[in-house]
């Protein structure tokens, strides 16, 4: 037989029912909080090494080189040398490499796949970039953005020597016969490939400053060569 009391129904918990915890709120955030830190932590740090313009110390004295991206070939200065060459840098093995970049006309990359090197050079713009070179020998730069016709061939050869070498070569160089100034750069920056590797002397280290202040006046960009990439006008119907 049933008794004739009734059990008491429990009592719902409510929002005033619950005491507030600051150890367990801290250990809530906190989770959150270091995994946030700590991968930031790590973007900031890896961010800063794979700086294009982060110092790469090397052995003997930094070499300043200009790069110009031109319509298709690629132009390399050496204000301190007094010398330029088109299509070909040649450097010393274990130097710094102080790149100073910009473009002629279109954007461009500048790329040499064995020194792990991309970064973009723009016209009116300068861009840094430090390499080293450890090892003498030949290696292959190239442009790494679509330019037009003649991107394929716009590559160069990059010369790794001696540092004792070094000094010769400049020397060489210097003796060319061939001079590089705004005249004669003006005809350069024509559209079209070099299959050459032309060297001049530099008769003013200022010159890649005036190309990058744009006080010579940037190439119009490349145009088509070939019919191939024209649109036609009045094709026929397909379907």
């Given at each position: 037989m049933r008794s004739g009391f009734a059990r008491p129904i429990p009592k719902r918990a409510s929002s005033r029912d619950f005491v507030?915890?600051?150890?367990?709120?801290?250990?809530?955030?906190?989770?959150?909080?270091?995994?946030?830190?700590?991968?930031?932590?790590?973007?900031?740090?890896?961010?800063?090494?794979?700086?294009?313009?982060?110092?790469?110390?090397?052995?003997?004295?930094?070499?300043?080189?200009?790069?110009?991206?031109l319509d298709w070939k690629w132009l390399f200065i050496y204000p301190?040398?007094?010398?330029?060459?088109?299509n070909t840098l040649t450097v010393p093995a274990g130097a710094e490499l102080n790149f100073q970049l910009t473009s002629s006309s279109v954007m461009n990359v500048f790329f040499i796949p064995q020194l792990g090197s991309m970064i973009y050079t723009m016209n009116g713009m300068v861009t840094k970039l430090n390499l080293r070179a450890d090892n003498e020998g030949k290696l292959q730069g190239l442009?790494?953005?679509?330019s037009g016709d003649g991107?394929?061939?716009?590559?160069?050869?990059?010369?790794?020597i001696s540092p004792l070498a070094f000094p010769d070569w400049v020397a060489s160089t210097a003796k060319s016969d061939?001079?590089?100034?705004?005249?004669?750069?003006?005809?350069?920056?024509?559209?079209?490939?070099?299959?050459?590797r032309p060297t001049y002397r530099l008769e003013d280290p200022r010159l890649f400053d005036l190309i990058a202040t744009q006080h010579i006046p940037p190439g119009p960009g490349p145009e088509l060569l070939s019919d191939a990439g024209r649109p036609h006008?009045?094709?026929?119907?397909?379907r």
């Open positions: 507030y915890s600051g150890r367990v709120e801290m250990v809530v955030w906190a989770i959150p909080a270091l995994t946030v830190i700590l991968l930031g932590g790590v973007a900031w740090i890896g961010s800063h090494r794979l700086d294009p313009a982060a110092p790469v110390p090397g052995t003997g004295s930094p070499v300043r080189i200009q790069a110009v991206s301190d040398q007094r010398i330029a060459t088109v442009s790494a953005h679509f991107f394929p061939d716009m590559m160069f050869d990059v010369n790794v061939a001079v590089l100034n705004e005249e004669s750069y003006k005809k350069l920056m024509q559209q079209g490939i070099e299959r050459g006008s009045g094709g026929h119907d397909a």
